[in-house]
């Protein structure tokens, strides 16, 4: 079984700090999708990595694979107020008869306190 | 257009009782997903269909029964409610088994 270790679980902040999530992982994955929730709502999809090292910016938000693709961060610099959320990775299978499964981390609550 | 639909939102029901969630999407994908949330927000798999064919079937009690009548609906039937059942069950789909979910808003389930 594939476990993806998710921290920290809880995580909470002034506006303007900086702040990083971490995803860790014995296992290879072919890719990394991070997704943030909302109260009531299903996640949303924020970004996917793919390749190993590969990092991508979403505005205030920094994503990194890692080199071996067995884990990902997720930085976000000068935190607001509408960044509060529950954010979750999730490693993406791509073999045998577990194609198509995503594993997901344990999900961080992010509180940022104006 | 919701492009994941799933009801009802919130169920309030007894232990012992059978309740239904139906899901439907319109984004023309061939595989739906059910999810369940627990108390702690962590997300674990349930069941998998690709174009109305049980694909994933991770380990849930037999209480649990999906049904896809064609790839845009996915319901779960759950038989003899357990307190442990409540969760919010999230239907979700993808045009691929590895692309990006699209999730439902999720259905509250509460045993009492």
């Known amino acids: 079984t594939q476990l993806l270790e998710q921290s920290p679980q809880f995580l909470s902040i002034q506006e303007g700090e900086n702040l990083t999530v971490y995803c860790n992982s014995s296992?290879?994955?072919?890719?990394l999708q991070w997704y943030r929730q909302e109260p009531g709502e299903g996640p949303v999809l924020l970004v996917t990595v793919v390749t190993g090292g590969e990092v991508k910016k979403l505005k205030r938000l920094t994503f990194q694979f890692g080199d071996a693709r067995k884990d990902s961060s997720l930085h976000i610099t000068a935190a607001q107020p509408g960044d509060t959320g529950l954010y979750l990775c999730?490693?993406?299978?791509?073999?045998?008869?577990?194609?198509?499964?995503?594993?997901f981390g344990q999900g961080t609550i992010l509180t940022v306190h104006p | 257009d919701t492009a994941v639909s799933q009801t009802p939102k919130y169920l309030v029901t007894q232990m012992g009782n059978d309740k239904s969630i139906k899901c439907e999407q319109n984004l023309g994908h061939d595989t739906m997903y059910w999810y369940k949330q627990d108390s702690k927000k962590f997300l674990k798999i349930m069941f998998s269909y690709n174009n109305k064919e049980l694909i994933i079937n991770e380990t849930v009690p037999n209480r649990f029964s999906p049904k896809s009548p064609d790839k845009a609906h996915l319901n779960l039937h759950i038989n003899s409610l357990e307190l442990g059942d409540s969760a919010v069950y999230f239907c979700a789909s993808n045009p691929f088994p590895t692309g990006e979910l699209f999730f439902g808003e999720g259905s509250r389930l509460t045993v009492l």
């Open positions: 999730a490693g993406v299978n791509a073999g045998g008869t577990s194609y198509g499964k995503l594993t």
């Open positions: 296992s290879v994955f072919s890719s």
